[in-house]
């Protein structure tokens, strides 16, 4: 099982529009996806794919439902966990609660092959808990340089805590392929030049109205766009990550994942 954990400096640069839209087209690609809404502020991604969940994250924690009760089936032939206020109570876990969990998140790695977190913006305690723990980080930004400047930072921490970290950046609401490799460009000279790491290019998902209005309707715009615009860039993120040669690394991700939740060596800002 493949993890992914898909964050941002700061909101609002459309990070869980393309957690739901990322998932939809690796699961179109053949994968079967999960996507966990790790968003403490704005666990919102149900309200992206337009698909209720009965049950989300506060239940699993208040030992009222196991993961795999509160699984809901998505658009696409994804399947995801709704947040909600869990979140927060869930990176505090300890002891056999938190064993419990690692267990029941570990019965997932036979029906998955790419879990998607989609984390909280900027570095809190929640957000660097699956940043660390993930196979790969992808870092949205927009071309701002608000976003620009808060991807660094949010850069900067991740590889002080874990310095062989895999960040790619993707470029979101750009105008256009020369406009995404500019900002790109920009950042990870900055990057070489104070922190001597090299970012990966992940790609980028051009400025599309329709997105907009598939926003609105509710409605994931890679299941509306049919490959035009937008969804042909989503596309193209998929069937990158799909073309690389990976390996997992060599602590498990679950393993990673209870240092993860401890915290207590973690560096800060």
């Not at 957000?127 to 071309?143: H, K, N, S």
């Not at 040669?245 to 060599?250: G, L, M, N």
Request: with cysteine.
């Amino acid at each position: 099982m493949r993890t992914f954990a898909v964050t941002s400096g700061k909101g609002g640069v459309g990070k869980t529009n393309l957690s739901a839209n990322l998932g939809i087209a690796l699961a179109e690609a053949g994968q079967r996806v999960v996507l966990f809404d790790g968003d403490l502020g704005l666990a919102n991604l149900d309200v992206v794919l337009g698909t209720r969940a009965p049950q989300n994250l506060q239940a699993v924690v208040a030992g009222e439902k196991r993961l795999a009760d509160i699984l809901t089936p998505g658009p696409g032939g994804i399947r995801f966990i709704a947040g909600g206020s869990g979140v927060q109570e869930l990176v505090n876990l300890t002891g056999n609660h938190l064993e419990q969990f690692l267990a029941e998140l570990n019965e997932l790695q036979n029906s998955t092959d790419c879990l998607i977190f989609d984390t909280g913006a900027g570095v809190d305690h929640a957000v660097m808990t699956f940043v660390l723990a993930a196979d790969e980080v992808l870092l949205i930004t927009t071309p701002d340089p608000a976003s620009i400047t808060d991807a660094y930072a949010t850069i900067k921490l991740v590889f002080a805590n874990k310095p062989n970290a895999l960040i790619k950046v993707i470029l979101n609401m750009v105008a256009d392929e020369a406009h995404a490799h500019s900002v790109f460009a920009c950042l990870n000279s900055i990057c070489r030049q104070f922190l001597h790491k090299n970012l990966h290019n992940g790609g980028y998902v051009r400025n599309d109205p329709a997105v907009v209005q598939a926003i609105r309707k509710r409605e994931p715009f890679y299941l509306c766009l049919n490959g035009r615009g937008a969804a042909g860039d989503v596309a193209r993120i998929a069937a990158d990550i799909l073309g690389e040669e990976w390996e997992p690394e060599p602590i498990g991700f679950f393993d990673r994942l209870r240092l993860a939740f401890a915290g207590g060596h973690r560096k800060t800002a």
